[in-house]
């Protein structure tokens, strides 16, 4: 069974954008993994972070767009003017001789008036390459950030997908932990009741206690385990589930459609986001050398301004304007060697940049082929583990018959024991294991959305898991500590 995807590409961005913050409002009444899904989309920190780093990507963008569009400003004042003036003349003859008579004259004056101006200025560019080149690489900045976005939900369909799978392995296994401690404990009465009327020795009673205290600890290890893997899910979606439902006995287990591993090779080379992503950072590397540059052409703008003053200097109202239209222009000659220096720093990133892409591309190649062989193996496994319940089980009974008739002692009897929920143990792993690494190749071939997610949750049965709170007696303590505050509001 193939399951639907879709590709990430600029021309399918908006309708990408749409599916990452589509609201699914649904009534979380049962369970399941789509409703957990749904509620992750909705509720998950790491998701709504990444969101609004595209809006904020995107906003600044229109910031360097704005320098190629026009541009108006006006500047105003009002002010009260003082002007105080004082004279003096100290000497009458000065400067012929004669000592001169002293006669003290004064002048002083005192003006008050008052000012006011208004200046409007537009200026619009005609030709920027600098910034041209900046929103081209705002542009490609913007088109990384869908693809991270892309890879951001990804990933929390496939941490939400394993923390649930995980809940329901713990579940089986507890089941099977909890079946076996039944199973020896019995083993242990009967063998101490037998050492009572004297029919065993006292080394076969230790053995099977010896046996059953291990049950008993692997039964509380399976119980803790449980637990944790339940709020494991709560971390993602903030959300307390008191159940989920289970994998149903019935679920398909086949190798991934198309069974080729070049063909998954093939689909994560052109669609995993994180490929794209660093595909993409090439693009604004090269953007950046472009920049540099574009530091050595000149710019040319076109402005227009005009200004307005008025005064009562003497009692006289006056009023002067003036205003003027042109263009300038600016080509820069030597800038210390900082354009030089620019282009090189520039050209060394792209560099790097490409070096990070060829390192993704390998690292993704390696784990999709990774993951298809380890499904393909899966498949295997889990029809090898059911078999060996099959087996252990047949063993189980024969060594049991063979012990009622003295051909095999209580150790054989408690390792068979053993081995049978051992085997149903393994078996819980196997299948969880195929349908967890199922998801993850898709995820890495870029096949990963919640169309899958719908897909698998159809595997799911009407049987529930329950979580039961520790009893502890304080429940309202417990709520406190899983309480990880309110979602921060945007623009507060």
């Not at 320098?67 to 004279?87: F, I, M, R």
């Not at 010896?210 to 993602?236: G, P």
Request: net charge negative; proline share 3%; aromatic share 6%.
């Amino acid at each position: 069974m193939r399951l639907a995807h879709w590709a990430v590409n600029a021309p399918l961005r908006p309708l990408l954008l749409a599916v990452f913050t589509a609201s699914f409002v649904l009534p979380a009444q049962a369970a399941d993994l789509i409703t957990i899904t749904r509620d992750a989309l909705n509720n998950n920190a790491a998701l709504a972070s990444a969101r609004s780093e595209y809006l904020g990507v995107e906003a600044g963008r229109d910031i360097v767009r704005g320098g190629l569009l026009p541009q108006v400003s006006a500047t105003g004042n009002a002010a009260h003017n003082q002007q105080y003036e004082s004279q003096t003349s100290s000497r009458l003859g000065a400067g012929t001789g004669d000592p001169g008579t002293e006669i003290g004259s004064f002048g002083t004056s005192d003006d008050r008036y008052n000012t006011a101006s208004l200046s409007l200025e537009a200026t619009q560019t005609l030709f920027d390459e600098v910034t041209r080149q900046q929103v081209t690489q705002a542009e490609r900045q913007i088109d990384q950030q869908v693809y991270l976005l892309a890879a951001t939900e990804q990933q929390l369909l496939i941490d939400v997908a394993s923390a649930y799978f995980d809940i329901l392995r713990a579940h089986e296994v507890l089941e099977a932990r909890l079946a076996q401690e039944r199973a020896i404990g019995r083993q242990f009465e009967q063998a101490s009741e037998q050492f009572e009327v004297g029919l065993i020795a006292i080394t076969e009673v230790e053995e099977a206690r010896a046996t059953f205290d291990q049950s008993r600890a692997d039964r509380i290890a399976a119980e803790s385990n449980l637990q944790v893997a339940f709020e494991a899910l709560e971390q993602l979606t903030g959300q307390r589930y008191a159940s989920i439902d289970a994998l149903g006995d019935s679920m398909p287990i086949a190798l991934p459609q198309p069974s080729s591993r070049d063909y998954w090779v093939e689909q994560a080379i052109e669609l995993n986001p994180q490929v794209l992503a660093q595909r993409a950072g090439i693009e604004i590397s090269r953007s950046g050398v472009d920049i540099a540059r574009a530091g050595r052409m000149p710019t040319f703008q076109a402005f227009g301004n005009y200004q307005l003053a008025g005064s009562d200097v003497d009692g006289t109202s006056g009023r002067d304007s003036s205003s003027q239209v042109g263009v300038s222009a600016n080509l820069p000659i030597y800038t210390g060697g900082s354009t030089s220096a620019s282009i090189r720093q520039g050209t060394y990133q792209l560099e790097s940049s490409q070096y990070d892409f060829e390192s993704q591309r390998r690292t993704t190649i390696q784990q999709v082929r990774s993951l298809y062989t380890q499904v393909s193996n899966d498949v295997e496994t889990v029809e090898a583990r059911q078999q060996a319940i099959v087996s252990t089980r047949s063993a189980l009974e024969a060594t049991r018959a063979g012990y009622e008739v003295g051909t095999r002692n209580i150790v054989d009897v408690l390792n068979a024991e053993q081995n049978l929920y051992n085997a149903i143990a393994n078996y819980a792993e196997s299948r969880y294991d195929y349908v967890v690494n199922l998801l993850s190749l898709r995820q890495q071939a870029g096949l990963l959305d919640v169309q899958a997610i719908e897909e698998v949750n159809a595997w799911l049965t009407g049987d529930s898991v329950n979580f039961t709170l520790p009893e502890s007696g304080d429940n309202d303590r417990y709520q406190r500590a899983l309480d990880i505050g309110v979602p921060p509001q945007p623009g507060r």
